[in-house]
């Protein structure tokens, strides 16, 4: 069945460093979300990309869908500390979402 | 208004034990979710109903079991609890099925401890 990677699972940066985490399918996606979780928190809907080579802005963060519809990647410009959480990417999958593993980011102030 | 409530937000139990957790969303959606999140923060489905109707019933131990008594309401209840059951669970919703992966809204989660 498909699977959802996503690298890496740990990344620690001081506050003002960039910060990228990477979802990788084993299949074409029609669609990829990104969720964020923060400590002790619930997941959260970030953003949907439907289009190859997508790309999207929500101020300090930048998603792309790569252009074969099978990776993503969310990129966080000068991470604040108020970035810190657990960031996953879903694919559908036979009717239900498929999540990675999750990338779990802390930020030294 | 909270959009996905579920009860209770923390519960520890004994071995064996018998527990339900219950969930409720008040956005009109037609399909609700339930996934367990383990130590590792990996989520994984458990369940999903459609308007009442399970639809997915991933491979969950049969001691597990989910009621839907109305679309807006998604039980689960659990016997003979394991030590191997803590973890997080998560109630979700979608306007309708995941088929072209609606937008999840998942509730705060009840951490589950089983001693």
């Known amino acids: 069945g498909q699977q959802v990677m996503q690298i890496p699972q740990y990344q620690h940066v001081q506050e003002g460093e960039d910060f990228t985490t990477y979802c990788n399918s084993s299949?074409?996606?029609?669609?990829i979300q990104w969720y964020k979780q923060r400590p002790g928190g619930h997941p959260v809907f970030l953003i949907q990309l439907v289009k190859s080579g997508e790309v999207k802005k929500q101020k300090r963060l930048t998603f792309q869908f790569g252009e074969a519809k099978k990776n993503s990647s969310l990129h966080i410009t000068a991470t604040q500390t108020t970035d810190v959480g657990t960031y996953f990417c879903?694919?559908?999958?036979?009717?239900?979402?498929?999540f990675g593993d999750g990338t779990t980011l802390t930020v030294k102030p | 208004d909270t959009a996905v409530s579920q009860t209770p937000k923390y519960l520890v139990t004994q071995m064996g034990n018998d527990k339900s957790i219950k969930c409720e969303q008040n956005?009109?959606?037609?399909?609700m979710y339930w996934y367990k999140q383990d130590s590792k923060k990996f989520l994984k489905i458990m369940f999903s109903y459609n308007n009442k109707e399970l639809i997915i019933n991933e491979t969950v131990p049969n001691r597990f079991s989910p009621k839907s008594p109305d679309k807006a309401h998604l039980n689960l209840h659990i016997n003979s609890l394991e030590l191997g059951d803590s973890a997080v669970y998560f109630c979700?919703?979608?306007?309708?099925?995941?088929?072209?992966?609606?937008?999840?809204?998942f509730g705060s989660g009840t951490q589950l401890s089983v001693l």
């Open positions: 956005l009109g959606h037609d399909t």
């Open positions: 879903a694919g559908p999958n036979a009717g239900k979402s498929t």
């Open positions: 979700a919703s979608s306007q309708t099925s995941q088929g072209t992966n609606e937008k999840l809204f």
């Open positions: 299949t074409t996606l029609s669609n």
